[in-house]
């Protein structure tokens, strides 16, 4: 089927991952975006590849003449909508083998997942592209406010860093020096931190489910964050180099922020507190810049809304809005017409993290 003459596509196995690899190895150069030697390609994607017994039934590999030359893999995700699941679909490693790029193996993946395997109630994208915010693709639409690249200096050496891998950021030298020149004016402790500890975890605990329950008071959207669910993303031992630091008062999970380290650039990745304690969330904060030092990170990035709870006590942190968004496109597949139109409402409160995506 398809543009190329004996074009076969068809769901994968796990048996696939070694002839996978090479054709991630050939289109990307580096991947995972992250490289870990203590982890190798094969363990990373197959940790992937099992995100959820749905993803399973619908990841797509096309191959030619016995030789697979590109992949579709999908994260399965459960976004809470006002209080309400719903499944949601996330596009990810979509690579085509360069020898066959432009040879209309990507409309033939996308055709044979919508005649064959299209489920799920919403899907959703992210795009480095700034003209996604204004010319979203047919049937998608935005989350109703820009998603924000804040960026921080951690030193003079950020002058040098290259941009973060994967994530989007073009960051210039005009820019990266107004980052220092920020840091440098901006308080290195927290504005209280009272009886809050902040602890290094190797595991989410069962307080965790606690903890987000009552987070849905704040947010209109938001993505599932159960122990089980967190422990996939950031604690398994596939998934990358993660800090999970958990805040605590009086021995109560009252909230938590998880770095991605390696590499120059670190990024939070996810960060909650219970609804109304910014204090909570400007401590952890400020806990993960010094993570982020103690790596030998020159740069943090943090991905947020721009009228998120956080926004502005993360700028108070020193970090800076860019200039540089990360679209994120959404398209309800299995609900109402008018199902997210309230995303457009200035009063609905989002809440995403560069976590929420497959990019760090």
């Not at 940790?47 to 697979?68: M, S, T």
């Not at 209109?220 to 422990?231: G, K, S």
Request: contains cysteine; charged residues 25%.
């Amino acid at each position: 089927m398809g543009a190329l003459p004996g074009l076969s596509i068809r769901v994968p196995t796990e048996a696939d991952i070694p002839a996978i690899v090479p054709v991630l190895l050939r289109a990307f150069g580096t991947w995972p975006r992250f490289p870990d030697p203590a982890i190798s390609p094969e363990d990373h994607l197959r940790w992937k590849f099992n995100n959820h017994e749905i993803a399973r039934q619908i990841h797509q590999v096309a191959e030619l003449e016995g030789r697979i030359i590109s992949l579709r893999l999908r994260l399965m995700q459960t976004v809470m909508i006002r209080g309400q699941p719903f499944l949601l679909r996330q596009p990810v490693d979509d690579v085509v083998d360069p020898d066959y790029q432009g040879q209309g193996v990507n409309r033939a993946v996308s055709d044979h997942f919508e005649e064959h395997l299209k489920t799920g109630a919403v899907s959703w994208s992210f795009s480095t592209s700034i003209t996604s915010h204004k010319r979203p693709e047919k049937g998608y639409r935005t989350l109703g406010r820009e998603l924000l690249v804040l960026y921080r200096a951690l030193g003079v050496k950020s002058l040098w860093v290259s941009n973060p891998p994967g994530v989007g950021e073009s960051f210039g030298r005009r820019v990266r020096a107004r980052g220092v020149v920020r840091a440098l004016g901006t308080a290195a402790r927290p504005t209280r931190v009272g009886p809050i500890e902040i602890r290094g975890l190797e595991r989410f605990p069962q307080s965790a489910d606690r903890l987000f329950e009552q987070s849905l008071r704040e947010f209109d959207w938001i993505l599932l964050r159960t122990q089980d669910y967190l422990n996939w993303r950031y604690a398994h031992p596939s998934a990358g180099r993660f800090a999970i630091r958990a805040a605590f008062e009086k021995d109560e999970l009252i909230g938590y922020c998880v770095v991605r380290l390696g590499g120059p650039c670190a990024h939070i990745a996810d960060l909650l507190a219970l609804p109304g304690r910014v204090d909570v969330a400007d401590a952890l904060v400020v806990d993960a810049l010094g993570i982020a030092r103690g790596s030998d990170a020159n740069a943090m990035v943090c991905w947020l809304v721009s009228d998120h709870p956080y926004f502005e006590a993360v700028r108070r942190r020193g970090f800076m809005v860019t200039g540089s968004k990360t679209g994120c496109m959404l398209r309800g597949d299995e609900l109402e017409p008018d199902a997210l139109d309230f995303l457009d409402q200035p009063e609905t409160r989002v809440h995403l993290t560069a976590g929420d995506s497959d990019w760090v």
